[in-house]
């Protein structure tokens, strides 16, 4: 079992940053790719970006390329989303989730999800 618990998410303006966190509760955290994703009222789930057990692989959602960086410490059980040039239409609640790295590249549900946090960009 993976338990995932998400932090740093809140109110910011348009332009600004947020860093948000995913702390891992099981050692097999490093064993495991690891992804984010959003939904935002009224819309479906939708993949944010994703990194690969050690973390040499990345990908992101066309909509984030170039503005969201993910990384991850395995030494501390954490993901990370750096979120920067946040824009209104990147309101939504924010999940990290937990699955192989073939699992969520083709966007297919991941085994463990986190109860996500809300991101709120005004304009």
């Known amino acids: 079992q993976v338990q995932l618990v998400e932090s740093g998410g809140g109110l910011v303006q348009a332009g600004g940053s947020l860093r948000l966190s995913c702390a891992a509760s099981?050692?097999?955290?490093?064993?495991?790719?690891m992804g984010w994703f959003r939904q935002a009222p009224g819309k479906e789930r939708e993949f944010v970006a994703l990194?690969?057990?050690?973390?040499?692989?990345?990908n992101y959602a066309d909509s984030v390329k170039g503005r969201f960086t993910i990384s991850r410490d395995n030494a501390k059980n954490t993901l990370y989303l750096q979120m920067n040039s946040l824009k209104p239409e990147d309101t939504a609640v924010y999940y990290c989730?937990?699955?192989?790295?073939?699992?969520?590249?083709?966007?297919?549900?991941?085994?463990?999800w986190g109860q996500g946090t809300q991101v709120t960009v005004s304009s």
């Open positions: 989730a937990a699955a192989q790295y073939e699992t969520l590249l083709h966007r297919h549900r991941p085994d463990y």
């Open positions: 099981a050692r097999t955290f490093s064993r495991y790719a």
């Open positions: 990194i690969s057990w050690i973390g040499g692989s990345t």
